[in-house]
C-alpha cells in the first residue's frame, strides 16, 4: 500500500505522459512514441490504483478477469476493424466512455464510503454535484453515441429526424436536468438519482437525432469532448488528477475538433445542433433543377486525358470510402507516376465522416502522406494542374459555395477544382449530395463525368493507361 | 483560512483546459482521426474510479450492486483502452512518407 500523496503524484506524471501522447501527433513522426507515452501513463495510473487499494483479496483476481476480458474484446475489435469503418468504431468507443462513467457514479452513489465521500444519504455535497454532473454528461455521451454509430453504421437512416416542437422539448429537458440536480443536492433521493439518468440518457437521444448524416464529423467531435467532460466530472468525484487532466485535455481536444469541422462548413455550431439541415433546403433546390447538359465519358477518355497530363489532383471524399477504392486508386496512382505524371491529393476538412478520415484511408492504401495536403495548401494548384480527378466528393467541390449568396454552402470553403484544365468527376449518378444542391461542377465545359462505381472506375482506368 | 482542495482541482482542471487547447491545435490536420482514438482511449483512465469501486466491497461479498457495477465500467474502459491505443497504433503505423529510392 502506497500513500496517498505518492499515488497523487503518480497520477500527475501520467497526466504529464497523456499531454505528451497527444503532443506526439503534432507529426507523424513523433506520433508513434506519443502513442507509447499514452500506453506508459495508463498502465501507471492502473497499477497505481492497485497499489494504493493495497486489497489482493478476492475482489483483485475479478478485477483482472473482468479487465482481461474487456481488453481482449477491445484487441480483438482493434486488429479486426477496417479503416473505412474508423467512424463507427470511434463513436462506438465513445459510447462506451460515457457508459464507463455513468457506471462508476452509480457505484460511488451506492457506496459512497470505498470513495470517502461520506456516507449513503449523506454525500459530501460538493462530491454530489460533482458525480451527477458525471453521471449526466455521461449518460448524454452514451445515447448520443449509440445514434451517431447507428446512423453511421447504416442501421439508422442517415437523414435527420425532426418533428414539431422538438426545440421546447429539448430545453424543457435540459432544464430538468438541471432542476433534478439541484433537487438531488438537497434531498439526497436515490429516486432522483435514477430519474436524472433517464433523462439524460433521452436528451443524448434526442439531440442527435435530429442531425444528418454528413455533419456526423461535428458529432462525433462534440461527443469526444462530452466524453472528455464526463470524465474530468467523475475526476473531480474522485479526487483524481489523471482523470482530471484527461477529462480538460479532451474536452478541449473535441472542441477544437467541432469548431474546425463547422469552420470546414462554415456553419456555426448551433446550426448544426439544431439539425435539420438539407431537409429544408431540398424545396428550394429542386426548383431550379432543370435539365443542362453534361458530358460522360468512360475509363478509356479519362486514361487519355490523364495519361497526356502532367500533373494531376485527386479530391477524394466519403464515396471512396463508401467503395473501399483507395486501393485501386493508389495502383492507379503509381501508373501514373510510372509515366512522369505528378500527383499529388487534396483533402477538405469535412471530407469523410469524421476529421482525418480521408488522410486515414489514404495512409492504409500506401499513399506517402507528404503527397496529401489540405485546402490551404493546395488550392492555388488547381490552376495549373492539368487534371482534377474527384473520387467521392461532391458538396466541396461545388463552385456555387462562392458565386450564389443564396445557396445555402453560400461561404463553405471549397476546393477550386473548377480552376483546372480538365475535371474528371467519378459518380454513381447525377443526383445532388448531401446538401441537397446541385453541383456547378457538373455543367461546366472542362467536366467529364464519369458515371461508375467508384472502385470500377478507377481498375478500369488502371487497365487503359 | 486554509484553501478547500477543490480549489486546487478546479485550478490543474482549467490549466488543462489551456494546455489541451494548445497541443490540440498543433495537431497536424492529418492525424485528426489518431487523435480521436487516442482521447477515447487516455480518458477511459475513468477505469482507476471502476476500479477502486469493483474492489470496494469486502472479502466476503465481493459482488454487492455497487462493484457490480464497478466490474461491469472496468470492462467497458478496458474494450476502450486495449481498443482505442492498438488502433491508433494500427493507424499510426501506416504513415509513411514517400519512399527516396522509388521512380
Redesign the interface.
Known sequence: MISANLSAIFYLISGVLFILALRGLSSPETSRQGNFFGILGMIIAISVTFLSIGNFSSGFIYVLIFLLFGGSIGAFIAYRIPMTAMPELVAGFHSLVGLAAVFVAISAFLNPEAFNLGSKGNIKLGSLIEMSIGAAVGAITFSGSIIAFLKLQGIMSGSPITFKGQHPLNALILISIIVLIYLLCSIQSSNLFWILLAISFLIGFLLIIPIGGADMPVVISMLNSYSGWAAAGIGFTLENTALIITGALVGSSGAILSYIMCKGMNRSFFNVILGGFGATDQNSSSKSQEQRPVKSGNADDAAFLMKNASSVIIVPGYGMAVAQAQHALREMVDTLKKNDIKVSYAIHPVAGRMPGHMNVLLAEANVPYDEVFELEEINNDFANADVAFVIGANDVTNPVAKTDPQSPIYGMPVLDVEKCKSVLFVKRSLSPGYAGIDNDLFYKENTLMLFADAKKMTEDITKNL | MEID??IF?LS???L??F???Y???????????????????????????????????D?NT??????L???????????????????????????????KDK?
Do not use: C, D, E
Open positions: 482542495p477543490f482541482r490543474i482542471f482549467i488543462s483546459i494546455i489541451g487547447y497541443v490540440v491545435w498543433s495537431v497536424t490536420p492529418s492525424l485528426h482521426t489518431p487523435l480521436m482514438s487516442v482521447t477515447n482511449a487516455i480518458s477511459s483512465v475513468i477505469i482507476v474510479g471502476a476500479i477502486i469501486a469493483g474492489l470496494a466491497g472479502t465481493v459482488f454487492n450492486t455497487s462493484s457495477f464497478g466490474f461491469l465500467a472496468i470492462s467497458l474502459a478496458a474494450i476502450n483502452i486495449f481498443g482505442g491505443f492498438l488502433v491508433t497504433q494500427r493507424m499510426l503505423a501506416m504513415y509513411k512518407k514517400k519512399k521512380k
